[in-house]
């Protein structure tokens, strides 16, 4: 069993549509990490949250510690912002030992 | 902005020969960090480097794989022998160290190894 899932595996929207991408683990964790995978393969990082809700621009991230579970969210989507979204966690006591979902490919048609 | 860098972008080497994959974390960085990617899989941790020594390692980090921040701004993956299953991406990041632990990571582009 993977330790962090994330749903949907591909994901295809029109340019303007709100977009979610999930998320959920079964370790304990200190943080939890959402990055963004170019094309060409660079990796960025867009969050790092522990607790709540975090936003940067169009993009928000939720993460609920009791129920193991994170959301990323893009609000008017672009296609820009085509990538693949992996979530990643640390688990408790770790530095930088991060376990990886296998991603989301996001594609945004324009 | 400050930027993690690394060289080489695509190294191709022969099965048994040693590589050793180069980076240049953000300079007031205090922690570092090496994962590897191969193709079509997900991405998986190698280990991580704080204080001048190894703080954590995966069981994939074996006596053919090491670490060195040879002076103050290069930190170094070598493998010694290289297998055909070494074959992947591999990314080097830092992070700033906080009071709370190690932060935010940043990543570099890659080094695409290919091992024939």
């Known amino acids: 069993k993977n330790e962090v899932e994330q749903s949907p595996q591909n994901l295809t929207a029109q340019e303007g549509e709100f977009i979610t991408i999930n998320c959920s683990y079964s370790v304990g964790i200190s943080a939890l990490h959402w990055l963004q995978q170019h094309p060409g393969g660079g990796i960025v990082s867009l969050f790092m949250?522990?607790?709540g809700k975090k936003k940067h621009g169009r993009l928000i991230a939720t993460i609920n510690i009791q129920e193991k579970h994170s959301s990323l969210h893009i609000t008017a989507s672009h296609p820009r912002d085509s990538a693949v979204y992996i979530c990643a966690v640390t688990s408790g006591g770790s530095q930088g030992n991060l376990i990886f979902g296998k991603g989301t490919k996001l594609s945004v048609k324009p | 902005e400050p930027e993690v860098t690394q060289t080489p972008s695509h190294q191709v080497t022969q099965m048994g020969q040693e590589v050793i994959l180069r980076c240049v974390p953000i300079s007031n960085h205090l922690y570092f960090y090496w994962y590897r990617q191969i193709l079509g899989q997900k991405v998986e941790f190698l280990v991580s480097?704080?204080?001048?020594?190894?703080?954590?390692k995966s069981e994939i980090f074996d006596d053919q794989f090491s670490v060195e921040r040879p002076d103050g701004s290069n930190f170094t993956l070598k493998i010694r022998s290289t297998k055909l299953e070494d074959s992947a991406m591999y990314f080097c990041?830092?992070?700033?160290?906080?009071?709370?632990?190690?932060?935010?990571?940043?990543f570099g582009e890659g080094s695409r190894l290919t091992v024939l």
């Open positions: 949250l522990s607790s």
């Open positions: 480097f704080y204080n001048n020594e190894i703080s954590e």
């Open positions: 990041a830092s992070s700033p160290g906080l009071a709370g632990g190690p932060g935010e990571l940043f």
